[in-house]
């Protein structure tokens, strides 16, 4: 079945310590993107890539980066600059402009 | 600035009834409008969308949304609600001058239904 697989389901980072969360897809989209959700805020954009070997900041890039080396994935690497981690973070592709956005199951992410 | 609001921050209704939960947007051009569900500690769920045409939109689960142009609004609708509706739900308009598909979403609504 085609969807989209982030892993592990729950992370635990240390004061300081960088962390990849992993994220593939295997619907062929060109489009994926990261999103941060924070209880009663929404979600927000951190980064999203349209092609291979191309990416752009979102509204809260900072302490965050990204690469897409390859079309089916696109890992989230939280950085220790990003003083507040603790969020659910969100993975999702897109086939084209007005075709729906396909998520992730999520990954929890806590500092301990 | 472009921007989605639902502005109730949780709606309760009780099965069998009903159910809207609203959502307004502000956008340049045509709006390309999404309708997503989310369960606890999980992905989000497509619903629905309006991108043109009828103003009245169908999807999952018997859900259906209402395009006003002129109240710049897209609710979200059920005839009757059942308990396993109880859920966070958010809209969310396409981002234009981004990329494709770049969407901005609402804080979302949590629905709970009683029984």
């Known amino acids: 079945d085609g969807g989209i697989t982030q892993s592990p389901k729950y992370l635990f980072r240390k004061e300081g310590q960088n962390v990849t969360l992993s994220c593939e897809q295997n619907?062929?989209?060109?489009?994926m993107y990261w999103y941060r959700q924070d209880p009663g805020q929404g979600l927000r954009l951190i980064y999203y890539?349209?092609?291979?070997?191309?990416?752009q900041k979102g509204d809260i890039a900072e302490g965050y980066s990204v690469s897409r080396e390859k079309k089916e994935s696109f890992p989230l690497t939280v950085t220790s600059a990003q003083k507040n981690p603790t969020a659910f973070y969100l993975c999702?592709?897109?086939?084209?402009?007005?075709?729906?956005?396909?998520f992730g199951q999520g990954t929890r992410l806590t500092v301990v | 600035a472009q921007s989605v609001a639902q502005p109730e921050d949780q709606v309760n209704v009780a099965e069998g009834n009903p159910l809207t939960v609203k959502c307004t947007y502000s956008?340049?051009?045509?709006?390309?409008l999404f309708w997503y569900v989310q369960y606890p500690n999980r992905g989000l769920q497509f619903l629905l969308k309006?991108?043109?045409?009828?103003?009245l939109v169908k999807g999952s689960y018997g859900f259906e949304a209402e395009f006003n142009k002129s109240q710049t609004s897209f609710h979200l609708k059920k005839p009757s609600a059942l308990v396993s509706d109880s859920a966070l739900y958010f809209c969310?308009?396409?981002?234009?001058?981004?990329?494709?598909?770049?969407?901005?979403f609402g804080k979302g609504t949590k629905l709970s239904v009683k029984p």
């Open positions: 890539s349209q092609i291979v070997n191309d990416f």
């Open positions: 969310a308009v396409r981002r234009y001058g981004g990329s494709q598909g770049n969407l901005i």
């Open positions: 999702a592709s897109t086939a084209g402009d007005i075709t729906e956005a396909f």
């Open positions: 619907l062929n989209h060109d489009a």
């Open positions: 956008v340049s051009g045509n709006p390309y």
């Open positions: 309006y991108i043109t045409g009828d103003n």
